[in-house]
């Protein structure tokens, strides 16, 4: 199926956006300036009424009112202001018209309601064709004639209202004649800037076929402070972080294959020599010891790969309860005992009272704190020291492991807890490891909604600090 172009869609969303805009904008300011002329008239005309009565009343009372005077009059009026004038008695009968009306409407009577109002003693606009007296619609005014105190009709003034409209032609025009450049400009500009957020979308997509084929040495060069070049930045983080985890994945297969192979090896070797009498009996039970301490390594392992397995699916089941949390520090201690002593490593407790309850899940705590000793033990230099030490405060219980090993570099703490992260400072030490220990620490203790901090100083020791809910004494 053929995509449609994203420019051309954009350019047919905004051209249509821009005609109905400046459509409007050009209907509504020929509208206004339509309605001002139509007001504008309605002055003139009523201005011209005013003079009218006022000449009336002048001729009046000068003596010299006749019919000729008062048609000139109208006729006047009509050059003046272009429309077509007629008087109406005050019966309602048109009894004087101008040269542009008809003379066959003199002595007929005009059913209007301006005609009404005009002979009620007000001024009355309408527009429309005042009783049949005009084919297209006029704006007429009507305005009242006054001798003295005496009403005697009224003069009517009318206009076509398409002549009126086209005194806002020129208006009009510039109007249009503004709005086509402006469109075509806007267009061209637009056209610019569509084309280049499409070309930049573009490499982004380009770049991500790139990667998608495991080319993680791609990167965006598009420096442009909007949301464009913050895809690119984010993009590019994607990228690095894609790369860490490609090589955290391959050091982990090479990790998980040497400490398959190393343990395999030696089971293999030692009951393979025991089995064909190449040990003597009496070191069988020393090489039991050894095959005995490899399956545990390989049980870690196996156990370590199947917990991030849980951890990712979100399948890891906590079986809480309430236990004392310092045996389980006892007995990490315990498990850890025959390392410490080979390295000369002295460890100290400090619990804050003899017992103290907490609720969780104890097979869970006990991997954290073996794995926290674990780390502990690893990265402390022969004849160091180790901390364990908990600590109330509030409806939490602290648990610290500190350890004055060689610390963790500033920049590598923020990423202690990735899975198969291993501190450039810490490869030399910790060559049976793959990196997940700490992770799946930080898992354990997150499942039990908690947290867990790391403090560390290069060359001064590392200090890892988790909690748990405590249980109140009654």
């Not at 393979?272 to 090489?287: N, S």
Request: proline share 2%.
């Amino acid at each position: 199926m053929k995509r449609k172009s994203l420019v051309r869609k954009q350019m047919m969303l905004y051209l249509w956006v821009i005609m109905l805009t400046f459509s409007s904008f050009a209907l509504g300011l020929g509208t206004v300036y339509t309605n001002k002329a139509m007001k504008e008239q309605e002055q003139q005309f009523i201005i011209q009424g005013e003079r009218f009565n006022e000449s009336m009343n002048a001729l009046y009372y000068a003596g010299v009112v006749d019919m000729n005077r008062v048609t000139f009059e109208l006729q006047v009026i009509e050059q003046y202001m272009e429309a077509n004038v007629f008087f109406i008695n005050r019966e309602g009968e048109v009894s004087m018209v101008s040269p542009g009306i008809d003379e066959e409407w003199v002595g007929k009577t005009i059913n209007d309601q301006a005609v009404e109002i005009v002979l009620s003693g007000n001024v009355a606009t309408v527009t429309g064709k005042v009783g049949g007296m005009f084919k297209d619609p006029t704006l007429t005014v009507g305005y009242p004639i006054r001798i003295g105190d005496r009403l005697v009709g009224g003069i009517f003034m009318s206009k076509s209202v398409s002549l009126i409209k086209e005194a806002t032609g020129e208006i009009n025009e510039l109007v249009i004649g503004l709005t086509i450049p402006a469109i075509l400009v806007s267009i061209m500009l637009i056209y610019v800037f569509t084309r280049v957020m499409v070309n930049s979308i573009n490499m982004v997509n380009k770049a991500a076929r790139v990667i998608a084929d495991g080319n993680f040495d791609q990167r965006i060069e598009y420096y442009s402070n909007d949301e464009i070049g913050e895809l690119a930045d984010s993009f590019n983080y994607m990228v690095q972080r894609l790369e860490e985890n490609e090589k955290g994945r391959q050091e982990f297969i090479a990790n998980v294959s040497h400490d398959l192979r190393s343990p395999l090896t030696s089971i293999q070797g030692f009951i393979g020599a025991i089995a064909d009498g190449t040990i003597p009996p009496e070191k069988h039970q020393k090489y039991f010891d050894i095959v005995l301490e490899e399956t545990g390594r390989l049980t870690k392992l196996a156990n370590d790969m199947v917990d991030a397995s849980r951890a990712d699916a979100g399948a890891l089941v906590l079986e809480r309860c309430n236990f004392d949390v310092n045996e389980i520090i006892r007995d990490s201690l315990d498990s850890m005992e025959h390392r410490m002593k080979q390295k000369k490593i002295e460890a100290n407790v400090i619990f804050a009272e003899a017992v103290t309850e907490v609720n969780a899940d104890p097979n869970k705590i006990q991997r954290v704190m073996q794995n926290l000793l674990d780390n502990a033990v690893k990265f402390t230099e022969n004849g160091g020291e180790i901390t364990v030490e908990t600590k109330l405060k509030g409806s939490k219980v602290y648990v610290s492991v500190k350890d004055n090993g060689i610390g963790i570099k500033e920049e590598e703490r923020k990423r202690v807890f990735e899975r198969f992260f291993k501190a450039d400072t810490s490869r030399g030490l910790d060559k049976t490891g793959v990196g997940l220990g700490l992770s799946i620490v930080k898992e354990f203790v997150r499942a039990h909604g908690e947290m867990i901090e790391v403090k560390s100083k290069e060359g001064k020791g590392t200090e890892f600090t988790f909690t748990l809910e405590r249980i109140k004494k009654r």
